[in-house]
Structures are given as structure tokens and as C-alpha cells.
């Protein structure tokens, strides 16, 4: 028992002296704050890391590292920082960090998001912009969110003068856009939260909650192995009913004749010779990435259209001189170039992955000079990016104008301006995204005039830290809505 106690404190001393002594310039590590032992920086992120991460750049400058536990971590927080990061290096550092809750095995095998840059992976991105988010199968399948777009106004309507929570709106109508381009069904009954597929909504609800939740084994990865908070036995169970779901549907469509074929995701997948454990996985992380951050993004525009009544009109005023009295659709978007503009600012100030995904180091290498050691986790503070005073005029100040005159896009060729990540792992879904983003945003500004409830003021809203993600405990976003004339 003496040798176990003795065994004990000699390796907590061990350990203890290895933080203390820790110093990141003596490993070439980019500069940063200095550790305290085990937990590392930890203390120091806050509830808002971006935030935090944005003033410890201004210290220690564009590509700085940090200990979060016993993780190593360098974030880079400026346009050149990410263009290292993103394009340069971007082999080397295109690994994924995998959250502990979602390492359930054959879930991160099959997955497009978390597993490596393998055959599996390239296989899944092919797909993708082969045959998923092709401009002829986007095109093609316009009509549905065009369908939907016009459902959400007609419900919208009926809450004419009631204080609405609008992201459940956008929310329920994004998944339904989603279940239909996937396997053209509904997931949500606007009408009736009781109805829809109330299992598959309760799942992927209960999904999103855990990907948005802390796992102090992500931190202290030793810990991971046990799984002692049972975080990834939840995850794994969680995708299990998932798949159930969608498992019956493709049973389902393997029997069908060709004249009973839809034109949806899941006909293009199994034409395309995919097993269904590879379909499962893709279909729901398509699912899961795309409406998440897609609702946060229109949550995000109807704040600033709020705040903004002058943005709103010269919206509006594009829609009169470009789509008339008729419903705005997907093929007017081209022609709407302010409404482009301000889904770009909107996307400048509020990336829903405000760090991008995290990456990973394959191997040790040189980035600004500083060495990057193999299985370090990277992070890119595409949040900071646009903020940055060095890279925008004003740029606290939301105006989309900015993008009238300039050329810089969210298509990962910029890196001033990267919400939707760069390099080899840029997000697949962003030509669909930016498609139906704007779309929503177009058919709400066309229908309805709104303000906030009695009582509520504009100058709330302009607090950052208070209105945030969709899904996280932040107050969402109430509207009360007056119908305009109908374009519908
Ligand atoms: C406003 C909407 C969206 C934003 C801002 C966004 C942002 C991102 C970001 C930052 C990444 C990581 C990129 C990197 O590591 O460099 C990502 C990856 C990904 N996104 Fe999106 N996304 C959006 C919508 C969508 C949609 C609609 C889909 C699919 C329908 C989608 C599917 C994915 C997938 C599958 C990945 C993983 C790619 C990989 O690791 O290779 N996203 N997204």
C-alpha cells in the first residue's frame, strides 16, 4: 500500500513539475500565455473562447499557442495566420481534433467531418461535389426549398401580432428543406409540434445538445478512454436510433422501381453504389452540420435587419426592381447583388463556427517560423478574422456595402473572410448554404415588416455574448410580425 501511495505522489510531482516547467518558446511553440499546471490556460477561456482567443492575440500576436489542460493548442487569428493554416500547410494540418463524445468507432470511420483524409473521406467529399452539391442537382432541387420557403411564410402569417421565437420558425423550416432534399419528407409539422417525425426531431435535437456540451476529456484526454460522464455511450446511442430511422427508409428505397424513384440524396447515393452504414453516416452529418448553422446564420441576419430598418429597405427595394410583384425564387438570386452583400456581412460578424472545426497536425512542422508539433490541435478564429480592425474599416460597424465594391468571397480563396473554413476540408455543403441562406432571408424581407415585443429595445440586441447560437441557452430571438402584401 506505502509503494502505491509513494508510486502516487512521486508521479503527481513528476507531472506537477512537468507543467510548471513547461515554457512554450523553449519547444519553438508559438508565444503565448504562460500555463498553470494541469489545467493549463483553461481558466482563461471564458464562456466566449472566441472572444477570449481574440484579445490573447493582441498580446501574443497572430499565431499563438496555449495549454487547454493537457492539450497543446495554436490558433491562428489573422487573414495571413489562416492562410497558413488553411492553405499552405493544409495537408499537414488537415487531421481533425475528434471531440471524446463523438469517438464511437464506427461512427468516425464512416464520417465525413471527423475521420482523416482517407479513401473513405475522399470517397464522401467526391460524392458531395459530384453529385450532392452539383450546380445541375442544387438547381434541380430549388423547388423544394422554394415549397418550403413559401410554407413557412403561410404559417408566419397565422402568428400575425403574436410574439414569435423565430429561429424555431427558420429551424423547423431548414429541416424540412433538409428532409426533403435527403429523403423528400417532412421532419417538422410547423402547425403542430406533436406531429412530424417527432423521433427523428427529438434525436437529432438531442445530438446537437451534446455536440454543443463541455467534455473534460477533451481536455484531459487520458480521461477519454473511460468515458466516465458516459458522454460517448450517449452519442453512440443517440446515432444508433438515428440511424434506425433513416435505416427503414433505405430499406425502403432499395426495393422501389425506377419510375417510383424521387430525385433526393438518397437515390443519388444508392445509385452511386453506397453501402448503407456510408449513406447513414453522411445523410446525418449533413443533417446535422447544415441546419445548425444555417439557422444561427438567418438568426443573425434578422437581428441586424432589425437593428438596421435602412438595410432592410434597400433590400427590399432590389426585390421591387428585380423580382416585381412575383415570389422571389432561387434563380432570382444572381440578380440581387445587395442581398448577397449582406449575407457576406451578416457571415463576416457572426460565423455560426465562430473556430471553424478543429484541426489537427499530422506531423510536426514549421508554420510563421514556429513549430507546430504533430498532433496539435489548430484552430482558426475566423470570428476575430473579421473583425479585425487591420482588415476592415469599421469593422464593428454591420454594413453590407462593404462587399459592393470589393471581390472578396466566402469561397475559401479569401481568408479575411472565411466562415465556411478553406482548403481541402472547406465545408461541401456552402453552395447549397449560401443558396438557401438567402432565399429565407429574401422571402421573409418580401412578406412581412417586424419589431421586437413591447418593451424590448434594439440597443439589447446588440449585445454580442446575448444573442448566440440557435441551441444554447442564450435567449432567442422574438419577433412580432406584420404581413405585407402577399407576394406568395
Ligand atoms: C451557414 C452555413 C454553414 C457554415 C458557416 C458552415 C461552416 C463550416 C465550417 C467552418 C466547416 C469546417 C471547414 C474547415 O475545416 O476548414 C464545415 C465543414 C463541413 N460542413 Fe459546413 N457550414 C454550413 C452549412 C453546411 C451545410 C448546409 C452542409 C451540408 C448540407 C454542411 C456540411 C459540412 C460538412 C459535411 C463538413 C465537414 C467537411 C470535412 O471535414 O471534410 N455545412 N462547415
Same mark, same amino acid.
Given at each position: ?66 495549454? @487547454? ?7 491562428? /487569428? ?45 470517397? @464522401? ?168 448553422? /444555417? ?37 432570382? @438570386? ?109 422571402? @421573409? ?11 424590448? /429595445? ?31
Amino acid at each position: 500500500m506505502e509503494v502505491v501511495s509513494i508510486a502516487i505522489v512521486s508521479f503527481s510531482f513528476l507531472l506537477f513539475l512537468f507543467f510548471i516547467l513547461r515554457d512554450p518558446r523553449q519547444k519553438n511553440l508559438p508565444p503565448g500565455p504562460r500555463p498553470l499546471p494541469i489545467v493549463g490556460n483553461l481558466l482563461q477561456l471564458g464562456d466566449k473562447p472566441r472572444a477570449e482567443f481574440a484579445k490573447l492575440a493582441q498580446k501574443y500576436g497572430q499565431l499563438f499557442s496555449l495549454k @487547454l489542460g493537457s492539450q497543446t493548442v495554436v490558433v491562428a /487569428s489573422s487573414p495571413a495566420a489562416a492562410a497558413e493554416v488553411l492553405k499552405t500547410h493544409d495537408k499537414i494540418l488537415s487531421g481533425r481534433y475528434v471531440f471524446q463524445s463523438f469517438r464511437v468507432k464506427e461512427h468516425v470511420e464512416n464520417s465525413i467531418v471527423w475521420s482523416e483524409c482517407n479513401d473513405n473521406w475522399k470517397l @464522401l467529399r467526391k460524392v458531395c461535389r459530384t453529385e450532392l452539391f452539383t450546380p445541375k442537382m442544387i438547381e434541380s432541387q430549388s423547388e423544394i426549398r422554394e415549397g418550403k420557403a413559401r410554407e413557412m411564410v403561410k404559417f408566419l402569417r397565422s402568428k400575425e401580432g403574436e410574439v414569435v421565437k423565430i429561429v424555431e420558425v427558420v429551424f423547423g423550416t431548414l429541416v424540412n428543406i433538409f428532409g426533403n432534399l435527403i429523403f423528400s419528407k417532412d421532419v417538422f409539422d410547423l402547425e403542430d409540434p406533436t406531429g412530424g417525425s417527432v423521433e427523428l426531431k427529438e434525436h437529432l435535437w438531442k445530438l446537437l445538445e451534446m455536440g454543443n456540451s463541455t467534455n473534460p476529456a477533451d481536455y484531459f484526454p487520458i480521461m477519454g478512454k473511460y468515458d466516465l460522464f458516459g458522454q460517448r455511450r450517449a452519442v453512440a446511442d443517440v446515432l444508433q436510433q438515428i440511424y434506425d430511422v433513416w435505416g427503414i427508409n433505405l430499406k425502403e428505397r432499395r426495393g422501389m422501381k425506377g419510375s417510383e424513384s424521387n430525385n433526393d440524396f438518397v437515390d443519388v447515393l444508392l445509385n452511386a453504389g453506397l453501402e448503407d452504414q456510408k449513406i447513414n453516416a453522411l445523410l446525418m452529418e449533413l443533417f446535422g452540420t447544415g441546419t445548425e448553422t /444555417s439557422a444561427s446564420t438567418i438568426e443573425w441576419a434578422i437581428t441586424e435587419l432589425t437593428k438596421k430598418p435602412l438595410v432592410v429597405s434597400k433590400i427590399r427595394l432590389e426585390l421591387v426592381n428585380v423580382v416585381g410583384d412575383n415570389t422571389v425564387k432561387e434563380s432570382d @438570386l444572381p440578380h440581387l447583388p445587395y442581398l448577397q452583400a449582406f449575407v457576406k456581412e451578416t457571415l463576416r460578424l457572426h460565423p455560426p463556427t465562430p473556430l471553424l472545426l478543429p484541426r489537427r497536425a499530422l506531423e510536426t512542422c514549421t508554420v510563421m517560423n514556429y513549430t507546430i508539433p504533430k498532433e496539435c490541435q489548430i484552430m482558426v478564429n475566423a470570428w476575430a478574422i473579421g473583425r479585425d480592425p487591420k482588415t476592415w474599416d469599421d469593422p464593428l460597424n454591420f454594413k453590407p456595402e462593404r462587399f459592393l465594391s470589393s471581390d472578396v468571397d466566402y469561397k475559401g480563396n479569401d481568408f479575411e473572410l472565411i466562415p465556411f473554413g478553406g482548403g481541402r476540408r472547406i465545408c461541401p455543403g456552402l453552395p447549397l448554404a449560401s443558396q438557401f441562406i438567402s432565399l429565407i432571408v429574401a422571402t @421573409l424581407v418580401q412578406n412581412f415588416e417586424w419589431s421586437l415585443p413591447q418593451g424590448m /429595445s434594439t440597443s439589447e440586441l446588440s449585445m454580442d455574448e446575448k444573442f448566440g447560437l440557435t441551441l444554447q441557452k442564450d435567449p432567442p430571438l422574438l419577433i412580432v410580425l406584420k404581413a405585407r402584401p402577399s407576394y406568395i
